[in-house]
């Protein structure tokens, strides 16, 4: 196999793409696994699955919490399909291992021997199993699996850090783009800038407040209980705090005084685009963290509440993303304790 | 009535909200359409009503294309609802007429006389009809009317010109949040910036090409047909035309050399995220401007491309986009040829 294709598509996997030919691997029923590599692939001796919770939760549903059967599916989706992609919920997971080989045209920052997590999604990642997945009860999103796994030249990859558990580095990777891209955005604003968080008591959003204020800016937080108000406050994630129903466009927008520069919708609910739009001031930004964002709905209601906002979709990739967000957590002793405790609890 | 709210929820018209109470109008299921006036509010006498394509089609086929039924319903529905809001489509439409009364704290740009368009859905326009419509057969989108609507203080409403005629100028008012928010993205870049639009042919395209060219911009268009890649070259609307299927990723990033500094997809199909992404350079930026985008594959697909663009939810409202897509038209003879023969085929 060569790499086949040059030019703007270049890196992305095509090669890889076994049916139907010529789409994108995400797209793809089926890749093709094999461990030989094209000059810019990475080959990754995979340790561990962690299997998107959408996915997970709909197979064990599926087969009555029976683990045995949830692992036999598993084995069939991605002895099927090349990859663990989930047929029914469309989502993947991620993986962790060492990295076994890498191609002589690979860009990746990575050598063999790095234990690496991969940051984009399992839905197109060539994956092969070797082991029948016997040290996994079925039971949990947590998939101890030996096998093999492709990177191509585009892909996104993280070194696990030495001075952090695997379990918080990853509990941190899965929303690395977060601080990266409030940072970005903050810092293209000049002067007082404010910043509003709807969630901002959760994983993304913890990390959004935080880079925020590692920006400059001044940081209020949206939530949803006077539980989640507690922790903010104790954690100090946030200079101030409002408990409010993110889906009620009257109430976020009044939540505070005066509109935000910048607010970030991490709430993972439908119908908080309104409420984000009218509680940003003209000229300012939304940026739509949450998969439940409506394309339309932000749209249409910028448009018929004379918004004049920037409305950003949410890009869980910006360059050095990964090394940012932990970065940002071990500067923030508050916020390394909070996803400790996360991760504990698990 | 008074206007009742003050700050950041002000003038989003809360107080003409009767059910549910608390929601924004669009939101609302019954709007209070009376003509009394707030004091940062104004009614305009309606002559005609555009429905929404969607919204007229819907009421068509359930009625078996009967005129008469067709326009019950609609009288059923403002009657109803205080608005013209489908319920099933969720769509509206806009409509124009002459400005009856300005509330003396009103800052919409529009004095008693102006005759004018509502750039705001009619699904949150309160909204009264007094003369049964009995000058429309039902058998079109366009519905000569008598009634009056009311504009909240952050309405968004435009000046008939004298210069153009009424069916051009709301064909521009339909599609003018794109020109100006593409003049105003190409002018944050320096330096040589190049511009893909998806969709080029169509009117939003048209238009966004022009406001790219005028901004100094090198231009380049994805069609879907010959047909429309004559039309791109006769009416010189880019500098380039390719025609490929805009769902196709592969075709649409292969389509020129070098991917774009600014992407903007004005393509009403679902499929269309992943070749924007792919045909965009690294630093340069997406603009959605179909209501068929979706959030999900947007956000997922940037990330498992690790594509650092920047993505924009195409916001219908940019200040003065009214008057700057008439001076766009005005400017550009073939783009206004191109659109007065739309209208006249209508």
Known sequence: ?????????????????????????????????????????????????????????????????????????????????GKMHNPVTGSGGMLIGVVEEVGPESLLPVKAGDRVATLVSLTLTPLVIDDGLAGWDGL???????????????????????????????????????????????????????????????????????????????????????????????????DRVAVVDARDPVAVAEAFETPATVTVVCVDVPGCEHGAILATAAGGTVIFFSMATSFSAAALGAEGLAADVTMLVGNGFVPGHAAFALDVVRRTPAVRALFEARVSAH
């Open 140 to 238: 949990s999103e947590q998939v101890p699996a030996s096998g093999h796994a492709i990177l191509f030249g585009r892909s996104v990859v993280a070194v696990l850090p030495d001075d952090l558990s695997p379990e918080l580095a990853l509990a941190v990777f899965d929303v690395c783009g977060a601080p990266a891209l409030v940072d970005r955005v903050v810092r293209g604003y000049s002067g007082d800038v404010s910043v509003t968080v709807l969630g901002g008591a959760g994983k993304s959003g913890s990390l959004a407040l935080t880079a925020a204020r590692l920006a400059g800016a001044r940081t209020r937080a949206v939530v949803v209980s006077e539980a989640e108000r507690s922790m903010v406050i104790d954690h100090g994630l946030a």
């Open 1 to 81: 196999m060569t790499s086949g294709v040059v030019g703007v598509t270049s890196g992305v996997g095509l090669p890889r793409v076994l049916e139907p030919v010529g789409v994108l691997p995400q797209a793809a029923w089926r890749l093709d696994a094999r461990a030989e590599l094209a000059a810019d692939e990475v080959r990754v001796r995979v340790s561990r699955l962690n299997l998107d919770a959408a996915s997970f939760r709909q197979l064990s549903v599926k087969h009555g919490g029976d683990g045995a059967a949830v692992r036999a599916e598993v084995l069939e989706i991605v002895g099927t399909r």
